[in-house]
């Protein structure tokens, strides 16, 4: 599967499928990407759609360090994916959890 390594070495899994306009899925806490395979099968038809797997959620690294995990650090990691695969600009599509540093991702990165 492929990855990307964010600015503190923490390796994130994603997966991909379709091509066009950018489209980013960021799971909630008591999921993962696979959360979001209906809509990257309906959506892939149209858009690039991408999910990832947040820090701390295998297959992706999950540090040790209390240290490595705060909502600045997940909305940075979102930030990190978008410009490794060279998103931007992309839509970001967060569900609980993850809408809330997809939210913040706007708020910081407008």
Do not use: K
């Amino acid at each position: 599967m492929p990855t990307i390594t964010t600015a503190d070495g923490v390796e994130l899994q994603y997966e991909e499928a379709g091509t066009g306009t950018p489209l980013l899925f960021v799971h909630e806490f008591a999921g993962d990407a696979r959360a979001w395979e209906p809509q990257m099968r309906f959506f892939a038809r149209r858009y690039r759609c991408i999910a990832f797997n947040a820090r701390g959620y295998p297959p992706s690294a999950v540090p040790h360090e209390p240290s490595a995990y705060s909502q600045d650090r997940a909305t940075d990691d979102i930030a990190e994916v978008i410009q490794q695969l060279g998103l931007a600009p992309a839509h970001v599509v967060g569900l609980s959890m993850g809408a809330f540093a997809t939210l913040h991702l706007g708020l910081r990165y407008p």
